[in-house]
């Protein structure tokens, strides 16, 4: 099985900044895409960034100019640093990797979420 475990959420003021990080672990073979989502209180999850295994990106025009995705593959990592944060970016932020294991089964995780509050 795989597991993606999430961390750096908080509580930041208007304009702050938060890294989080996402590492891979478990029957690893290669990992594809990887990506944020997020999710507010009373709305849909959302895709907010996402990153190939080669580093081509992709992000939501709500993101764009202030958010930036990376990832380190030898460590299995997704990165997503959040620069001038608004009240609006408040959710709960999640990754999602898309895996081949070593059975060469392929398999869409998720991470248990974190969560990120930007008020003064």
């Known amino acids: 099985q795989v597991q993606l475990v999430e961390s750096g959420g908080g509580l930041v003021q208007p304009g702050g900044s938060l890294r989080l990080s996402c590492a891979a672990s478990g029957s690893i073979f290669s990992i594809y895409g990887m990506d944020w989502y997020r999710q507010a209180p009373g709305k849909e999850r959302e895709l907010v960034a996402d990153?190939?295994?080669?580093?081509?990106?992709n992000y939501a025009d709500s993101v764009k100019g202030r958010f930036t995705i990376s990832r380190d593959n030898a460590k299995n990592t997704v990165y997503l640093q959040m620069n001038s944060l608004k009240p609006e970016d408040t959710a709960v932020y999640y990754c999602?990797?898309?895996?081949?294991?070593?059975?060469?089964?392929?398999?869409?995780?998720w991470g248990q979420g974190t969560q990120v509050t930007v008020s003064s």
């Open positions: 990153i190939t295994s080669g580093g081509s990106t």
């Open positions: 999602n990797a898309r895996v081949r294991m070593f059975n060469l089964e392929v398999g869409d995780y």
